[in-house]
């Protein structure tokens, strides 16, 4: 027998209907959350991600680190933005400080090791990028374009994460 649950709310979750893909079992289909909701959430991702990024491809390119070094820094700094982001608005809506940190491993955590993982595959991959230099129109648009395909790339994930009541779908409980 068939049920069809993508129209009722998590309980968990009062603000998840349909598009956020809330159903009574807690694990909703990838197929309730709507690609915009999924967008909003790459983005927020995405902001958090580029923020650190660009900071950490900046100081490692300034001070004439090797890829290895500045690579790791900007991994590093993205998810600490990422996380930071998250955390801004879960702790405006009230959350102390050690329980907003757990929304923002839960939230962010698999969003950000895929989108790290992409957009610094496609940056070392691009002959010249890393080495370019601040100036390069090459290393900017190595930049830009990194961003993009792991944007791309994530979309679906954080879709199908949020259908199932995890990843950025921890977050619509708390606002």
């Given amino acids: ?3 069809d649950h993508t129209h009722h709310a998590h309980p968990s979750h ?9 159903s009574p079992a807690g694990r909703g289909s990838w197929a309730t959350v709507s690609w915009r909701t999924a967008a909003q959430a790459t983005l927020h991702c995405l902001t958090g991600c580029a923020i650190g990024e660009v900071l950490g491809m900046v100081i490692g390119t300034a001070l ?4 290895a070094p500045t690579v790791a820094l ?7 933005f990422g996380y930071a982001l998250t955390m801004r ?10 329980a907003a940190l757990k929304v923002a491993l839960a939230a962010d955590t698999v969003s950000i090791t895929v989108m790290e993982v992409v957009d610094n595959a496609v940056m ?3 002959p010249g990028a890393m080495e ?3 100036a390069s129109a090459l290393f900017w648009l190595s ?6 395909v792991a944007f791309v790339v994530t979309l679906p994930v954080n879709r199908w994460l949020m259908g199932r009541g995890l990843g950025h779908a921890v977050v619509h409980a708390h606002h």
């Fill in 89 to 98: 608005g879960v702790l405006r809506a009230g959350l102390p400080f050690r």
């Fill in 74 to 80: 900007a991994v590093a700094l993205a998810f600490v």
């Fill in 14 to 22: 009062p603000h998840a209907g349909p598009d956020q893909g809330g």
């Fill in 1 to 3: 027998m068939h049920t």
């Fill in 132 to 134: 370019a230099g601040l």
């Fill in 64 to 67: 004439g680190w090797s890829t």
């Fill in 143 to 148: 930049l830009a374009a990194a961003f993009a």
């Fill in 124 to 126: 070392v991959s691009v």
